[in-house]
């Protein structure tokens, strides 16, 4: 519920933020004006709502498979859609390398499901599963809308900021002033996004566990993951920085998260088996102030952390502690 209730009050603050701009801007330069920034801002917004599904489909290389082509991979969806209480997604294959899998559409109905070649040869079933499950959650959380909401906060203090900064008025030293606070303002809402997409994937890891997945098979899939992305050509990870946010994890912090995962994988075995979450659970983990400095401006967790929080989760998706 704490992170349910983080959301809802990042919510609130955005859109108080965008209230006060309102307010400040109207009194300034006059409703009139203003609100053709934000109905500019609500446009692009939309517009991107509307074309983003077949941008990704273009730029990821996104292949439909039916049921007689992947028979595995679309019993799996269904078995968690009906779990999660949501029409089937669409499900896809996109011939990526980079071990990976993502979720995005434009609502719940139009939910589409993607996996990459390179998760494919990865993760066994249970793992997969998991995966899934993970996407699925954030279907089923509407995420797409709601990040989608969060970010037209910073698009409205940008076009503020340059408008007021570069103003011709007359009084123009109160304008500047206004345009450096729609700056910062920017800055901190951008920062407040990022944190959205993270409390958001937390979210959605306890939403594969409360569908039925062991949290040590997230949290091994979550491992390999970013060995995978490790391994992963410079270039090809480059070519992917555009759509990290969408990915189940940052394959371009992939390298850093390495030397921190270490001590997971107690055996040397390549996976996390439920012994070794538990055993985290009761470990106290370091991140270094540089890590902590870095997730601030990332879209994803510090993957120590998301698997340490892995480990207080039960089956059945309740929470023993919360981290």
């Known amino acids: ?26 009194a300034y330069m006059g409703v009139g004006s ?28 996104i292949r439909y498979v039916s049921e007689e082509e992947a028979p595995e991979l679309h019993q799996m969806v269904s078995d968690l859609a009906m779990k999660a209480g949501i029409k089937k997604p669409r499900i896809a294959i996109s011939k990526v390398n980079i071990p990976n899998a993502f979720a995005f559409g434009r609502s719940v109905s139009d939910g589409r499901v993607c996996v990459t070649e390179g998760i494919l040869k990865l993760l066994n079933k249970d793992e997969l599963k998991a995966v899934l499950g993970h996407e699925l959650s954030h279907i089923k959380n509407r995420d797409v809308i709601t990040m989608t909401m969060l970010s037209v906060v910073p698009i409205i203090c940008w ?5 007021f900064m570069f103003s011709n008025r007359r009084n123009r030293g109160n304008a500047a002033l206004l345009g ?57 990870i480059k070519q992917m920085e555009g759509y ?3 990915f189940l994890n940052d394959p371009s912090r992939a390298r850093a998260e390495i030397n921190e995962l270490g001590a997971v994988d ?14 985290l659970r009761g470990k106290r983990i370091k991140i ?6 870095m997730e601030l401006f990332s879209t994803h967790p510090n993957m120590l952390k998301r698997i340490k929080y892995l480990s207080t989760l039960s089956p059945a998706g309740g929470t023993r502690v919360i981290y």
């Open 1 to 26: 519920m704490w992170l349910q209730a983080r959301m809802y009050l990042l919510l609130g603050l955005m859109f108080a933020i965008v209230y006060a701009l309102f307010v400040a801007a109207g």
């Open 34 to 61: 203003f609100t053709l920034y934000a109905i500019l801002a609500v446009v692009m917004l939309f517009i991107q709502y509307m074309i983003g599904p077949k941008l990704i489909e273009l730029s990821m290389r």
């Open 159 to 163: 076009y503020l900021a340059w408008s």
């Open 180 to 236: 450096l606070v729609a700056f910062v303002l920017y800055f901190i809402t951008n920062l407040l996004v990022l944190y959205g997409s993270r409390i958001r994937e937390y979210y959605a890891d306890r939403g594969s566990v409360a569908l039925g997945n062991q949290p040590h098979y997230l949290a091994s899939a979550l491992y390999k993951l970013v060995y995978g992305s490790a391994r992963a050509p410079r270039d090809a």
């Open 244 to 246: 990290k946010a969408f």
């Open 266 to 279: 107690e055996d040397m075995s390549g996976t996390v088996d439920r012994e070794e979450l538990m055993n």
């Open 288 to 293: 270094s102030t540089s890590d902590r400095l």
